[in-house]
């Protein structure tokens, strides 16, 4: 059952980051900083795959949302290593993990395990949209169709805005207001940011079972499980003098929050 938030659900989309606030989890290098090329609060991760993540909800709790497409608004610390997980559910009563990376060089799917390259997100903001139920129809075995979105995980290192869930088909003029990416004078929205949507129509046959007997792929498949399972250290926090004094944004309290405008 989808558990929308209250006024979200009435515009059509669920701000995932928002809903799972009290119940999202951070390991590693994890901090809220002000980034001057969108003049909002985002989230920094810097570190590892394996060790730096920021997951909503928690591990043991699920969000079961029934939104059909989920929006990204993030973009690359490149040229480090980022991954983008999401779990599934379906209406084979399983849950399936997608795992969207820079460091894979090809699709490829297990049962409940599928991987893709990612190779577009660059250093500009851009909006990655994906259409949840083609990827279960896709990339998974059998006829099992998607059912909700339980959990999203974002790993290694990338700057985050936004996580949406809806049914709706979004574009760069339609995204909601609250999430729309600020036009630069004389600059069209496309010379500015990039827009992603997933799976590509070329792509939809592209994704090929791990092979048993391939080191490279038992490795992906421990690196993936890892994101899951691994102990994580405590979590970092970013040097002093990078803290700016009482910076005011809209709809929040004043905060201390360090800066991000490379």
Known sequence: MSRPASGAAAAGYVNVLKVGLRRTERAGVVADVLDRRLSRSVTRLTGSIEQTFLRVPKKGKMLGLCGQRLY????????????????????????????????????????????????????????????????????????????????VQLCGNLLVWAVLSSDMEFAPTTLPPEFALPKQKDQKWEQTYDWIGLPKPGEISAAQPFTASSEEDKKRQEDVRATRFHRYPPPQHPPEEDVLPDVTLVGMQRARLPTFDA
């Open 72 to 151: 990204v608004i993030c973009r690359a610390l490149a040229p480090r290593p980022f991954a983008l997980q999401f779990d599934v559910g379906t209406t084979a009563q399983s849950l399936t993990r997608f795992s969207l990376s820079n460091t894979y060089k090809a699709a490829k799917a297990t049962e409940h395990v599928v991987v893709m390259p990612l190779q577009q997100l660059g250093t500009k903001w851009a909006v990655i949209c994906i259409d949840l139920a083609c990827m279960v129809q896709t990339y998974t075995r059998g006829a099992a169709a998607f059912t909700r979105l339980e959990a």
